[in-house]
């Protein structure tokens, strides 16, 4: 009863930041053909790599380089050879640029898992990579138990202690990523 009501809550906290379909077709489309104005859809359409990047962004947010050094971006770690410097101005869209990439080769090193690639390379952009490989959600997933509510939602702790909106993550990314 609890995982329903922590995969609700997670459901409910990604329909609160998009707006939910039309309550019928005509609805839609009459809205579409009145006005030009964007109408804003579920996460649910999106695909799984677009949902995961929308994840990232709303729990990571715009790193400001001067105050979170070595990140900058949306969480990006600055790597040897990169030309940024502390204090340097990152555009929103040179961040969205950098965590596409940084995402697609985190999902690239788990493409043998398959549809798990996604919610892997999500996670191990929050934990890093060596950690995923460790973690009991990796070992679960890759002998075909498909049960990793808890092993996922235990990577949720920050600096010894839970950490409530690690968890929340947790949650919205079991709930958009995850297809049991």
């Given amino acids: 009863m609890r995982k329903i009501l922590y995969i609700v809550i997670a459901m409910m906290s990604l329909l609160t930041s998009s707006q939910v379909f039309a309550a019928t077709q005509s609805c839609a489309k009459a809205q579409q053909t009145q006005s030009p104005k964007k109408i804003k859809r579920s996460i649910m359409e999106l695909t799984l790599f677009e949902r995961a990047v929308l994840i990232i962004k709303r729990f990571e947010t715009l790193h400001d380089s001067s105050r979170h050094w070595p990140y900058l971006g949306y969480g990006h770690r600055k790597l040897p050879g990169e030309k940024f410097f502390r204090g340097y101005k990152m555009s929103e869209r040179e961040a969205d640029a950098l965590l596409r990439k940084d995402l697609r080769k985190f999902c ?4 043998d898992m398959g549809k798990d690639s996604i919610l ?18 990796y070992k679960m997933l890759k002998s ?29 990314e079991l709930a958009a990523l995850f297809i049991p």
């Fill in 108 to 111: 690239a090193l788990y493409r």
């Fill in 120 to 137: 892997l390379g999500a996670l191990a952009y929050n934990i890093g990579p060596g950690a995923v490989n460790k973690s009991s959600v």
């Fill in 144 to 172: 075909g138990n498909r049960n990793i509510f808890k092993a996922y939602t235990s990577h949720c702790h920050y600096k010894g202690k839970r950490h409530k909106g690690l968890l929340e993550r947790r949650y919205t």
